[in-house]
Each structure stands twice: as structure tokens, then as C-alpha cells.
């Protein structure tokens, strides 16, 4: 009797320490670079005294893991860049919803799936380079007018390969339809100077040679390439800024995370997410990669901010996701490689 006591107590005690243990840790994978993340992991902790672990890898692997564990997987967050990522993720059931009123209201509507099973935690806005000794920016206006023949030979862009492309394609069919969509990326492709280059860089540096004039970017590739090299003619558009329709405004995607449906932590993850959306963490969470915080009330950093304000296409980002495998057929269709 006494030793059936001892063991009863003993296995209790061990439970105890192993539910202490999970409070006292988060698990997170992510498709966020390491040096992105970890200086906000290391702040939590600080604050918190609860540790997060994390586990980078490319989102494809990640998600193949996550489906692979199943409800044995150590992961309570999954984070990503591109809302087409974390859509795919809610879509294959790896993710679950989450009520709260904190992350309600720091993330704006459209930057949030409306099923709550994933948040946009940074902006990051697709936008017009254009070489300043090439290009007078009275002769910009919006994605759609880089299809009109005054920018046959001066425009380049990046693979159609690349999310990117396909998120931003995938948000101009909900706007357009896929007839005009089509259209446009056709006209872009009989405008382009070259074939399309594998990165946002090479295709502004590109432009910065001289080889075109013109080509379609994520913002902090612009502040990391400046920052290298500060004389390079190059200047940042923002397009679609004079419309009146409701869809008016620059394309942005997101970086962001949602809760695992198997967390081991799920109260402490979602924590995690509603610290990450605070004030005091959206500029660490932003700044390091020159992005733009996803909560309004926090001004991005001064680099940032000196490229001037913009109005943000208010499409809900998870439309990258949805429309994404019609814009990769469309874009092939249209002959974008
Ligand atoms: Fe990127």
C-alpha cells in the first residue's frame, strides 16, 4: 500500500513537472530566417521567463513536418512569410483558430485570416522600382499601366516561380477578373527587356545598369541593396495610390503565424502571437528586415519611413492563397516565366 502511495505520488509529481516544463516553453516553426527572429524570442524570454524554441527551415519542409507529426508534433507556432503560405497551412488543417480580442485589434482585417488561424505580424509591400536617370515618376501610375506599349523593352521582372509574383497575380484576379488579369501580365511580358531573373535584387540591379527601367519589388530588397550601395539611381513608385475604386492601393503581403492545431502550449503560444502584435514588439519584429509593422499604431523604422506614405490595397491577403493556383496557370497561359 505504501509503495502503491509512493508511486501514485511519484507519477503525479512527474506530470506536474512536465506540465510546468510546456508552460514554461514554446515551440515554433519557422519559415523566418533565425537572425529575424531570434533577438524577439530573446526579448520574450526576458520579459516572460518562458522559453521559446524554434526550428527554421523553408516553409514547404515545414509544413511536410508538421503534417508528418501529427498530434505528437512538438510545434505550438507556425511561422511564415507570405500569406499564400500560412492560407495553405489553414487549409490543410495544420493550424487552429484563435479568439482574441488583443490580436483583434492590433492586426487590421485585411491583414488576418477571418477564421482567426492565422495573423499578419509584418507588411511587406510589392512595389515600382524605377531608375531616377531613366524615368520621370510623372510617368508612373499603377501595376496595370506597365502592360500599356510605352514600357515595351524598359520593364523587368522576377520569376513567376517565386511566391511573390504569384500572391500579387492571385490579389489583381480578385480585383480584375482573370480575362483582364490575363492581359495585363501578358502586356508585361511583351514589355520585358530580358528574361525574368531569379530575385527582387538582380532585377534591380538590372534596372540600376541600365538593362531596363523599370521592374516590381518587396521593399526591403530596395533598403537592403541601398544600403549596400547608397548611389545606385534608383527610387521607389508607389502605384495604384489615385484610384477611387475600393481595391485602390499598393499590394502588400504579410509575414505572420497562427497556432498549431496539436499545441502542447497553445495558451502560452497564443501569448506569444498577441506579445509579437504588441506596440512594443512590432518595431523589433519589422525593423530588423526593414518591413513595415502590421499594427497601425506603430511607425515603421526611420529608413523606412523616409521612402514616404502609401495607401495599402485593403484585399484581404488571404485572396494570394485562394486565387494562388489560378494565378500560376494564368501566368504561364500568359507565356511569364
Ligand atoms: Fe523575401
Redesign the pocket.
Known sequence: MYRLLTKLALASLAAVSIQAAIANEIVVYSARNEQLIKPLFDAFTKETGVNVKFVTDKEGPLMARLKAEGSNTPADMFMT?DAGNLWQAAEEGLLKSVKSRTLAANIPAHLRDPENEWFGLSV?ARTIVYNKNAVNPGELTTYEDLASPKWKGRLCLRTSKKV?NQSLVAMMIYEHGEGMTEDIVSGWVSNLAAPPFPD?TKAMEAVAAGQCDVTLV?T??FGRLMAKNPSLPLAIFWPNQKLKSSNAGVHVNVSGAGITRHAKNPEGAIKLLEWLSSEKAQNLYADVNMEYPANPRVKPDSAVAAWGDFKQNLINVKQAGLLQAKAVKLMDRAGYK
Open positions: 512569410v511587406r511573390y527582387d518587396n526591403y530588397y
